[in-house]
């Protein structure tokens, strides 16, 4: 008990000095590295001999599971909670389920077998995640919901979460402001995975923009059937969200939105070529709808959506490639989960700032906002505050 407490106070030490320290030197905790900056708190994690959560015995306090390795945002994840938690004297550990709820179940239970207090989840699938959680839950483990929400169960304890709907309206917004001139703009809608309900959030907050857009004959969706039947309708059922989705889904894999992309483009006319519109749900697939739409010759010009601040998107931003990202801080929201964790081991309520219905309960939650990064503020964002180094990048004004 010694032990949770001194780490406690280690911790939320050093969760201050790493926000305190985010305007700070140069560091490399993103894209596809592993490494995180290195201006955190100094702590001796090992100062106590009362055993029932060193390392020594083998027991983790704290377990991880991110959904898959293949995606640079996930990276960013890790080396936070491997940073945060590792310097604030916890035993912790960090599995990826690679894309399968199977293997996501079974490393949930690996991670309880090794007598976790805390479990800190982000779903491969939001539903198929509940019966992992419902194991964890069953055998005294806290759930905390990371960044994706578990749906259909009550066990799920708290939810740390970016403001999704934000992501969705940025997104739009963006593709509002930058439109070419004119009636009839060709727009491309694309959406994330339809098992995680993140994609329904940020389609949501997309469509309260686009909607009026679509009404009016300012835009004309180019892909989507289902978008187009529901175009007067400012918003939309679950359902509703989901037959689009469901058309436009990229599963959030590069070669989905690579190839529907393609098929897309195939099938319009020169009518909805020109300059166009995009909605990229994320980095990862933009950058694959990016390259397909840039070597289409009857597409004059396109805008194109993302979201991570992933390194080589950031690198595409600078580049012209992609139009915006939207920045992701996974060094407040891993921090956030660390001190959710924190008050939990020391038996404390974690403070919460706003509640998400899963179709079971209101989940308490803790959201941060996140921040459009477009060419013009790349080393205000992500550069001035420690984010990413300038060497990481070329061209960089
Ligand atoms: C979402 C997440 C995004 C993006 C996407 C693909 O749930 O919020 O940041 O990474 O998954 O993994």
Known sequence: MKKKILSMILAVTMVAGLLAGCGNSASDNGGDSAEVKEDAVEIDADTSGSGDSSSASGD????????????PRWLQDQAQFEKI????GFTNQVLFSQGSSATEKTN?????????????????DGAAAAAAVEAAKDAGVTVIAYDRLITGTEAVDYYVTFDSFAVGVAQGQYLIDNAPEGTGIPLYLYAGAATDNNAFIFFEGAWSLLQPKIADGTFTVANSSEAEALKDKAELTRDELGKIIGQVTTDWDFNVAKSKAEAHLTAVGADLKGDVLVLGPNDGTARSIADVFATDKDVTSYKVTGQDAEKASVQYVIDGKQSMTVFKDTRTLAADSVAMAVSVLNGETPATDTTYNNEAKDVPAKQTDIVVVTKDNVKAALIDSGYYDASEFTGLE
């Open 60 to 71: 983790l306090q704290v377990g991880i599971v991110l959904p898959t390795k293949d995606e």
């Open 85 to 88: 938690l590792g310097d604030a």
């Open 108 to 124: 949930v239970e690996t991670l309880v077998s090794q007598g976790i207090d805390v479990l800190i989840i982000c779903a491969q």
